[in-house]
């Protein structure tokens, strides 16, 4: 039963990887793109609280301060 959790605690580690990578391909795609300052700054701000979403929830651990110890 262990090794079950552990592989899919593994492969969800790398498709948060996996999506942390294509967060930042698309950010470096928006700085050639000619769009208005006010709209790039606000992507990229969207795109960075996305991206410190995950690396707190699912690196930091962050969810385990509010569950309930068994």
């Known amino acids: 039963m262990e ?6 605690a593994l492969r969800r ?3 948060v990887f996996v ?6 391909v698309v950010e470096f795609i928006l700085l050639w793109l000619n ?9 990229l701000l969207v795109i960075n609280g996305v ?6 929830y699912y690196f930091m651990h ?6 309930k110890e068994a």
Request: hydrophobic share 65%.
């Open 35 to 43: 769009i208005p300052r006010i709209l790039f700054r606000f992507l």
């Open 19 to 24: 999506a942390l990578m294509v967060l930042t």
């Open 51 to 56: 991206d410190a979403g995950l690396i707190l």
């Open 3 to 8: 090794q079950r959790g552990l592989a899919a």
């Open 13 to 15: 580690g790398r498709w």
């Open 62 to 67: 962050i969810a385990q301060l509010w569950r």
